[in-house]
Nanobody
């Protein structure tokens, strides 16, 4: 599976962005998917995850109620809708595919290249 994240950019605090992660490969639907982020000087951290069948999602406490992860298996794409952005959300965002749900960074089989999100205060 090859993953390509997109949709990052510069947004003012309080604004919204939607990230997309397009996957190649016919087995996309068999993987749990997750979004992670890494701010400068910090470790990569989990943001949101979604199960193979779209039934289950889980989020980091810092983004609960503001971010929504979703996936469209027919389009081989996973999304991260980010609302009410805060300056502390600024980071490079990565999508990942893994065979275990709930998905954590240690469970990732495939990583996509990141997309940069910048939030101005």
């Amino acid at each position: 599976v090859q993953l390509q994240a997109s949709g990052g950019g510069l947004m003012q605090a309080g604004g919204s962005l939607r990230l997309s992660c397009a996957a190649s490969g016919r087995t996309f639907g068999s993987y749990a998917m997750g979004w992670f982020r890494q701010a400068p000087g910090k470790a990569r951290e989990f943001v949101a995850g979604i199960s193979w069948s779209v039934v289950a999602t889980h989020y980091a406490d810092s983004v609960k109620g503001r971010f929504t992860i979703s996936r469209d298996n027919a389009k081989n794409t996973v999304y991260l809708q980010m609302n009410n952005l805060k300056p502390e959300d600024a980071a490079v965002y990565y999508c990942g595919a893994g065979s275990i749900y709930p998905i954590l960074s240690g469970d990732i089989n495939y990583w996509g290249k990141g997309t940069l999100v910048t939030v101005s205060s």
